[in-house]
């Protein structure tokens, strides 16, 4: 029987500007879904394994609903989501190019997971069947509540011995609440197997810091050794550490790897150089995705690394949040050359 992987989360409406066209510079603005632990969900469901996802949203609105078909279409089981009072959260994504920065513009105070309490949902019954649980620091930035709940679903998914992911995802125009991250993250990890990050991640949520040059655009591989040794050695409940590289030449260009970590062995990808990027949001989530899926399909560690670092950087390709890839066109860029030649 297959693993089923379950993620929680917010979703929220995405609203961008078509192509790389500023917010607003023309009145239209194309509307899909996007949130990260909904995009891990979506990436796992094309990737033909079992996912189901999690969260909390407004009862009888349409926007829901359409949400709620999205999932289905892409073969996520939806039937555990949970309505309570609140809105649905809108972000804006305005796409970079070159020296232009992308932008995100976030429009989620009070949504229904926002303003959820502890005990809104059943986890027994949501949990029941999975055999994986993945959260990330997202959900916690938002509110109080959501950080206990979040806590309150990683407990549950530990007593009921399931494998846990988290993605730690900083976002720093989130945590506003009154707590730190650094206050609240750890408490998460530690109930966690598997933790997954980037360098900026490990020095703000949970205040490990390894001297790292992001911006000479050349990263020093031994330095991510040592990050991901101090995480192991703070956190000895983690089996397994993986940090994402990137390595930014401008919004247009970013050089794309990843390392892993477990007790034995320090493993680093190979490295993709993305010259052309069409939607960078999403990536990570598609490694998160693409990890997961490899540490429960694939044989080794090093596989399943290779698998998460391509679907990540043929989410680069991709506009919107969900990562619209099969498992076999992952592997054929792992094979190949990654060279864009026509299939025909």
């Given amino acids: 029987m297959k693993p089923l992987i379950a993620t929680f989360g917010e979703i929220m409406l995405r609203l961008s500007p078509p192509g790389f066209e500023r917010l607003l510079q023309t009145p239209n603005l194309i509307a899909t879904f996007g949130g990260g632990e909904a995009n891990v969900a979506v990436a796992l469901a094309q990737f033909e394994a079992q996912s189901r996802f999690i969260t909390v949203l407004p009862p009888a609105n349409p926007v829901a609903e359409a949400f709620i078909g999205e999932l289905r279409r892409f073969g996520v089981d939806a039937t555990h989501i949970v309505r309570a009072p609140g809105r649905m959260g809108i972000y ?17 105070d009070h949504s229904a997971i926002s303003l959820a309490k502890p005990g809104t949902i059943d986890w027994a019954a949501c949990l029941d069947g999975a055999t994986w649980f993945h959260v990330t620091g ?6 109080a509540s959501a950080a206990e709940i979040t806590l309150e679903a990683v407990r549950r998914a530990r007593k009921k011995n399931l494998q846990v992911s988290c993605d730690l995802n900083y976002r720093k125009n989130l945590w506003k609440w009154g707590k730190q991250p650094s206050e609240v993250m750890p408490q998460i990890l530690k109930l966690a197997d598997i933790c997954i990050a980037n360098e900026e991640d490990c020095q703000t949520a949970i205040n490990i810091h390894v001297d790292i040059d992001v911006e000479s655009g050349h990263l020093e591989r031994e330095k991510y050794a040592e990050l991901c040794d101090r995480v192991l050695a703070t956190f000895p409940n983690l089996s397994t550490v993986a940090i994402t590289l990137r390595e930014s030449r401008s919004a247009s260009h970013n050089r794309w790897s990843a390392c892993l970590c477990t007790r034995e062995a320090f493993l680093c990808s190979r490295e993709y150089d993305i010259t052309h990027i069409v939607d960078r949001v999403g990536g990570g989530d598609s490694f998160a995705a693409g990890l997961i899926y490899g540490l429960t399909h694939l044989d080794s560690a090093q596989e399943a690394l290779e698998f998460g670092v391509a679907a990540g950087c043929l989410k680069h390709s991709i506009p919107g949040d969900f990562n619209r890839l099969s498992s076999s066109e992952v592997f054929a860029l792992i094979r190949g050359t990654g060279s864009g030649r026509v299939q025909r």
């Fill in 92 to 108: 804006f994504v305005e796409t970079g190019a070159n020296q232009r920065a992308s932008k995100v513009v976030y429009d989620r």
């Fill in 138 to 143: 997202i959900t916690p930035a938002l509110t």
